[in-house]
């Protein structure tokens, strides 16, 4: 056996990672190029092993709402590891009470949750739920929409134009009935889901969507989609599952459902409600969460020896305790978000780039293509390999934005105004040089 190569701080070297890790990379996503190791992190910014130091629009894919060890959740992660009981696998502790009730005052949709541990896990909780529910099969879920790794909703994300609508499997290894058993509509085109439950009557267990589907950058709801969409699946009998694993907590306290006054069924949510610890939930109302409790006739099984362990819960706690005592977070990152997305769209335009930069509160993403953005066919204009030059130019100028087309970026709560003008300032600098170098699409 050899000894691992390491860094001067003692860390493995970038390229052993590849000897232990099967693909390098513990998540698929992660393997998306420069800088391979971040290997310190703080506040707005990330530090890579060779030194360099980035402005972090990433944010572990938007689990970073508050900044990078926000002192108000490590301290009370510290405590809880100090004087909360670690795992005991036995009953609820006091902890995961107090994350239940906290979540439950805030997302308006619910009088009861169960914690997990990834965003995964809860939306293959609520697909369970849903069917259990019901006692029907069938799923819906829109083409672009991203639910997490679990079979059933493991298809149709970011398809390329001969596959959308059609079977496209994130992952080799699925049954295919059970991923013929997901129907794929178009988000913002409800007549596409009126369209599958007159070909499936009686047989959707429920309508499962991002309320902004963020997997795909910022599809914004229009028209009153999301409000048709509530009243299609309560008058067929289905349920409406709302996705906050994203715009949970880090678009309002209460959800983008307490924004748009929508009340879904079921709601899962993660990501930002830990501040980068590891905390996700599903949680509905007390009649539909009955459907997991055996004393009221229940025979959905929720497991995990590490759902509502201290660590998670007191992140979630501390973080949700913040939101609440701190509402001028929200006012100060969607006018910094307004602020970067009218900046950089201004330097688009002003060098004749197709592009456009949609988003909502903190969040971002430009699409390289002319015209306006509703659904995925839209979206099937979009140049990747603009956004791809794109990114990765601003990546060397020290502002991390993942190299992969549509994603969106993240502003967090340590972000300043010169953080936002520096970006809109390199932007311009990026620009012009791709410009020069003909790697960007033009109007």
Same mark, same amino acid.
């Given at each position: ?28 996503? #992660? ?66 009470? #107090? ?130 969409? #509530? ?209 960007? #699409?033009?109007?």
């Amino acid at each position: 056996m050899t000894a691992e190569p390491m860094t001067m701080a003692g860390r493995p070297a970038a390229g052993a990672a590849a000897n232990a890790v099967a693909s390098g990379v513990n998540s698929s996503t #992660r393997s998306n190029g420069v800088p391979r190791t971040i290997t310190a992190t703080e506040g707005a910014y990330v530090t890579d092993s060779d030194g360099k130091s980035y402005l972090d629009y990433h944010a572990a894919f938007g689990a970073i709402l508050l900044g990078h060890h926000a002192s108000v959740v490590d301290e009370a992660v510290v405590a809880s590891i100090r004087s909360e009981p670690d795992l005991t696998g036995w009953g609820t502790s006091e902890l995961e009470l #107090r994350l239940a009730q906290a979540v439950v005052d805030v997302m308006p949709s619910m009088d009861q949750m169960v914690t997990v541990t990834t965003g995964s896990e809860a939306v293959a909780y609520a697909v369970r739920i849903a069917r259990a529910r019901t006692g029907r099969r069938l799923l819906v879920k829109v083409q672009g929409g991203f639910h997490g790794w679990s079979d059933s909703v493991a298809r149709n994300v970011i398809s390329p134009p001969e596959l959308a609508y059609g079977m496209d499997p994130l992952s080799a290894g699925i049954l295919a009935e059970t991923l013929e058993a997901t129907l794929i509509a178009e988000y913002n085109d409800i007549d596409s889901v009126r369209r599958l439950y007159e070909a499936h009557p009686d047989e959707i267990a429920a309508v499962i969507v991002e309320p902004i589907p963020h997997n795909v950058g910022a599809l914004l709801p229009r028209g009153g989609f999301l409000e048709d969409l #509530r009243e299609l699946t309560a008058a067929r009998g289905s349920l409406l599952v709302f996705d906050e694993v994203i715009t949970g907590f880090r678009h309002a306290l209460g959800g983008y459902q307490s924004i748009c006054e929508i009340t879904p069924d079921l709601t899962t949510f993660g990501k930002a409600l830990g501040n980068g610890y590891a905390v996700s939930g599903v949680g509905g109302s007390a009649d539909v969460m009955a459907t997991v409790d055996p004393a009221r006739g229940g025979s959905v099984a929720v497991m995990g020896t590490f759902n509502g362990n201290a660590v998670s819960c007191a992140a979630g706690v501390a973080t949700i305790g913040y939101l609440a005592s701190h509402p001028e977070f929200y006012t100060r990152t969607y006018a910094l978000g307004d602020k970067v997305r009218s900046g950089l769209q201004s330097v688009f335009d002003g060098a004749g780039v197709a592009a456009l930069v949609q988003g909502y509160g903190g969040t971002f993403t430009t699409y390289f293509l002319p015209g306006e953005v509703h659904g995925y066919r839209d979206l099937m204009a979009n140049d990747a390999a603009s956004s791809r030059a794109f990114h990765r130019a601003m990546i060397d100028r020290g502002f991390l934005m993942l190299p992969i087309p549509m994603k969106r970026m993240h502003i967090s709560a340590a972000f300043t105004e010169a953080d936002v003008d520096g970006t809109v300032a390199a932007a311009a600098d990026a620009v012009e040089e791709l410009v020069a170098q003909g790697a960007l #699409r033009m109007r």
